[in-house]
């Protein structure tokens, strides 16, 4: 399934957002509340432009963001196939 061009930029204007305030910050070490508080202003502003709640924006962000993750291991899945179709340089 392909990501609509809206979708797509919804979601790099929080990833974008995420990169500046989140900079510096290891998430396998961060608790996900502190990160969720970190985005909250950039869902809040994006709630109030579409209408919409926070909660509703933090949803549609979760889904696209977990989407896009699937899409790139698909990617990486696809990649390594055909590497593998190479041979195995290690046997």
Known sequence: MTMSSEDQAFLER???Y???V???IDPQKT???FMLEKLKPV???IAAEEGSTVESVFIRYMD???ERSVELERKFQST???MNSYGDLMS
């Open 31 to 33: 608790q996900v509340g």
């Open 43 to 45: 869902m809040e502003t």
């Open 80 to 82: 390594m196939g055909n």
């Open 14 to 16: 929080i990833n974008a």
């Open 22 to 24: 989140l900079d510096g």
């Open 18 to 20: 995420a990169d500046e």
């Open 64 to 66: 696209l963001a977990s």
